[in-house]
Nanobody, 121 residues
Framework: QVQLVESGGGSVQAGGSLRLSCAASGYSGIYCMGWFRQTPGKEREGVATIDDVGATSYADFVKGRFTISKDNAKNTLHLQMNSLKPEDTAMYYC????????????????WGQGTQVTVSS
């Protein structure tokens, strides 16, 4: 059973940075992992994905500001968020799926509990 636990959220002023982490366990083989976010009343949206060989994809609204990476030795997924904007305020979720198709849509079977990011102006 895949388990995902996010951490690293918090409150920051606009222009600041945060680094989210997702500790993953119970997975193997070919896979995709990703970061998604959701605000109340809105659908969950894809932020960035990475597959087991390190190929990445990003939503247009975070390109150049966010970087997804993974530490294979520690089974941990990261999201480095720089130049944060108030509109980045959301609950951020880590997700996992097997296979190497990594959509930025929330069709992933495994999810963490989320970590809140709040950006003030």
């Amino acid at each position: 059973q895949v388990q995902l636990v996010e951490s690293g959220g918090g409150s920051v002023q606009a222009g600041g940075s945060l680094r989210l982490s997702c500790a993953a366990s119970g997975y193997s083989g070919i896979y995709c992992m990703g970061w998604f976010r959701q605000t109340p009343g809105k659908e969950r949206e894809g932020v960035a994905t990475i597959d087991d060989v390190g190929a990445t994809s990003y939503a247009d609204f975070v390109k150049g500001r966010f970087t997804i990476s993974k530490d294979n030795a520690k089974n941990t997924l990261h999201l480095q968020m720089n130049s944060l904007k108030p509109e980045d305020t959301a609950m951020y979720y880590c997700a996992y799926r097997s296979g190497r198709w990594c959509p930025l849509t929330p069709g992933y079977p495994y999810w963490g509990q989320g970590t809140q990011v709040t950006v003030s102006s």
